[in-house]
């Protein structure tokens, strides 16, 4: 079955500095891939998608690549605030192309001051 | 603004006292799902509707149930709240499959259910 891998470790980082997480995944080659970000206490909210045949996706700070020979996205924020401090979760389609994605369980970010 | 409702924000149960939460939308989506999130864990599908068609998840327990009685609204019912169905529970909803078959979910806030 398909199964996505998330760094279960925070990754803490200073203000200014470019975030980097990972999504790595197995047994599946998705069309697109979805980035989330959760707060504590709240439910996920939508960031960016990008699709299968797109190498990279920019939306303000935000960046997005997706290598379908690694099977890895890396998501990106630069010049990063304190703000930003959050769970970030990979979401991808179930296999066989189906509308309903499966999450990973997500890293979470601290950006310290 | 449109957006996805959950109420109530926080429900505490007693150890087999029937629950339910609720769940509506002013998107108008088509799809309506419930997830179950533990701490640090990934949102764990339910079960969900396309429009009124009910999809089960095949390891959901039959503790759980849903019923959707128009678009706006969706309810989870837990009939016999166990000590492990303490947990986050999330609605989402989605809209008619977009370009290539693309969607976001749409998030409520949530309900933190308590069983004491």
């Known amino acids: 079955s398909q199964k996505i891998e998330q760094n279960s470790e925070a990754l803490n980082i200073q203000e200014g500095k470019t975030a980097t997480l990972t999504c790595n995944y197995t047994?599946?080659?998705?069309?697109?891939l979805q980035w989330y970000r959760q707060d504590p206490g709240r439910g996920p909210v939508f960031l960016l998608l990008?699709?299968?045949?797109?190498k990279e996706k920019r939306k303000e700070r935000l960046k997005v690549t997706f290598d379908t020979t690694l099977k890895q996205s890396l998501f990106h924020i630069t010049a990063s605030q304190p703000a930003d401090s959050a769970t970030y979760l990979c979401?991808?389609?179930?296999?066989?192309?189906?509308?309903?994605?499966?999450f990973g369980r997500g890293t979470s970010l601290i950006v310290h001051p | 603004d449109a957006m996805v409702i959950q109420n109530p924000r926080y429900q505490v149960t007693q150890f087999g006292k029937p629950v339910t939460l609720s769940c509506s939308q002013t998107l108008n989506h088509n799809v309506m799902y419930w997830y179950q999130q533990k701490s640090s864990q990934a949102p764990k599908l339910l079960f969900h509707y396309y429009d009124k068609d009910f999809n089960n998840e095949a390891d959901t327990p039959d503790n759980f149930q849903s019923r959707r009685p128009n678009t706006s609204f969706c309810f989870l019912d837990i009939r016999s709240p166990g000590l492990g169905d303490a947990a986050m529970y999330l609605c989402?909803?989605?809209?008619?499959?977009?370009?290539?078959?693309?969607?976001?979910?749409?998030f409520g806030p949530g309900t933190r259910l308590t069983v004491l």
């Open positions: 047994n599946y080659s998705p069309a697109y």
């Open positions: 979401a991808l389609p179930r296999k066989g192309g189906s509308y309903i994605p499966t």
């Open positions: 989402a909803t989605s809209g008619r499959e977009g370009l290539a078959g693309v969607n976001e979910q749409f």
């Open positions: 990008i699709r299968e045949n797109e």
